[in-house]
């Protein structure tokens, strides 16, 4: 199912990245405060922000990249 999410916290724009870690590549950069269609949730790499972990990386076919649970809203969880 197709969910519409925020993008939240971090910086003013959040990287979107080719796969499900900080080491994948940045394939554009999303401002914060825009909501996206994200088609799942797909486990990765943890994210450690301010002692708080997130596994799940949201993946948006039509933006084609990934983006950490951390900066997306409530909207967009961990199934």
Known sequence: AVQVCEIVGGASRINCRSGPSTSSSVVRTLPR???????????????????????????????????????????????
């Open 33 to 79: 405060g825009e909501t996206f269609a994200f088609s799942c949730v797909r486990s990765g790499e943890c994210v450690n922000i301010g002692g708080a972990t997130n596994c799940g990386w949201d993946l948006s076919y039509t933006l084609g990249c990934y983006v950490n649970g951390h900066y997306t809203d409530n909207s967009c969880t961990l199934g």
